[in-house]
């Protein structure tokens, strides 16, 4: 006898990782083509149209008493972008004024994990200083990202920033990223003295073709960053499969923070050559993504690749039980710090109290002010409250520190031939 019997019902859809793979890239690249297309940065504050205060930028006509020498070297411009997260808030003010100078450009960003209630106290923070208003170089992005420690949601921040700040003004020499753990050895003016001699041209990069276990466990595994296309915090999702390793290019492991030129930021955020955007889609699902991403775009392009320098002008320390992360700095590493001729050094605690030495024995900066520049020319308890031109440069001590390591780095112009070697 003949009985109805159902169909057998279709087996369980297999929820692998494959797709999520493929998703996540997608949406990563939409992102930052949306990043890199808009015509406006979103602030916390919005500005006014008035031009920046002439006497900082009087573009005065030089008068050499000797018209057979060479002109000076123009004061370059640099293009911060300063990054925190929840609790950071006091940490990114206190950075910005110790590296403030009014020839550069700052972009400040507290991640979407820190409340829009930090960025708001921020942006009026940072508007009520009155050099600020009258240089008008300081933006607070008020429409955050999510930057995971792990993933790729960090490059696609970093991108964000480089192209803001190339849409806010594109006249800037050098791109530096800084986060909130992070604080300078020198002063603007000794930063910027020192930079007007150095060749334009150059990307200060931490790079190394050595890919050990460490990194294979950075790179190999696949993983889906949940920055990328949720608007809530939630977990990562790790994928059971790995992948081997690329042989279109060599994959170079570095440090987050690097001193690049405008030219190579152009080439990641505008260019027209296919490697920065392969990469990135590459690197969508890599845990350690931010580590690799400049190092492997640099040492991979022939236009750049003998451009860089293997040191990023910062000091950090690494404990002999792991070199994950640096270690938090204190007073005992002030000596190696300075002897190191760094312009910054990596990771320092809130409010440790090495930051207020550094602020009193190196920088010559009071609590709730900027640090003292040529530009400066107010009285002595408020020297700062009056300005002048911004191109005047008062260096100290710490430009014979930096200069020593920059001549250490480019000495014979051997680093040309020796960079971006594969171990």
């Excluded at 009087?58 to 123009?74: E, I, W």
């Excluded at 003998?306 to 000596?335: C, F, I, M, T, W």
Aim: glycine share 6%; aromatic share 10%; hydrophobic share 35%.
């Amino acid at each position: 006898m003949l009985q109805n019997q159902q169909p057998p019902s279709p087996p369980p859809r297999d929820n692998s990782t494959t797709f999520y793979f493929i998703a996540a890239s997608f949406i990563f690249s939409l992102l930052f083509f949306i990043s890199t297309t808009t015509t406006t940065p979103t602030t916390a504050a919005t500005t006014t149209a008035t031009s920046p205060d002439p006497r900082l930028f009087p573009n005065p006509q030089y008068v050499l008493n000797n018209p057979n020498s060479p002109p000076l070297p123009s004061v370059p411009s640099i293009a911060y972008f300063i990054t925190g997260s929840s609790g950071d808030y006091s940490r990114i003010f206190r950075l910005l004024l110790s590296i403030y100078h009014p020839k550069n450009l700052y972009l400040l960003h507290l991640d979407r994990f820190a409340p829009q209630s930090d960025r708001d106290r921020l942006s009026l923070r940072v508007h009520g200083l009155p050099v600020v208003k009258a240089a008008r170089n300081v933006h607070v992005i008020g429409n955050a990202d999510f930057a995971y420690p792990r993933g790729s949601s960090p490059i696609a921040s970093l991108l964000r920033g480089a192209s803001i700040l190339l849409r806010l003004n594109s006249n800037w020499d050098w791109f530096i990223n800084l986060s909130a753990h992070d604080y300078p050895l020198v002063t603007q003016d000794d930063l910027l003295h020192i930079l007007s001699y150095t060749p334009k041209d150059l990307n200060f990069v931490n790079h190394t073709s050595y890919i050990g276990w460490k990194e294979a466990r950075r790179l190999k595994p696949i993983i889906v960053d949940p920055g990328l296309y949720l608007a809530e915090k939630t977990g990562m999702f790790y994928a059971t499969q790995k992948r081997d390793f690329p042989s279109a290019y060599q994959l170079f492991s570095g440090s987050p923070t690097s001193v690049l030129n405008r030219k190579f930021v152009e080439f990641c955020v505008l260019g027209s050559d296919n490697l920065p955007r392969t990469l990135l889609m590459y690197l969508a699902n890599s845990p350690s993504s931010l580590l690799s991403y400049v190092p492997t775009v640099v040492c991979n392009s022939p236009e750049f690749k003998e451009s860089a320098v293997n040191h990023n002008l910062q000091y950090a320390s690494y404990s002999a039980s792991s070199s994950d992360s640096p270690r938090h700095l204190n007073g005992s590493d002030l000596k190696d710090m300075l002897q190191s001729g760094s312009a910054f050094a990596t990771q320092f605690r809130p409010n440790d109290p090495i930051l207020d030495r550094i602020d009193r024995e190196i920088l010559g900066r009071r609590r709730g002010s900027v640090v003292p520049g040529g530009w400066c020319v107010g009285e002595r308890n408020n020297t700062c409250g009056e300005w002048g031109d911004a191109d005047i440069l008062r260096p100290g001590p710490g430009a014979k520190r930096f200069e020593r390591r920059i001549t250490e780095l480019l000495k014979n112009g051997t680093f040309r031939t020796q960079q971006c070697l594969i171990e």
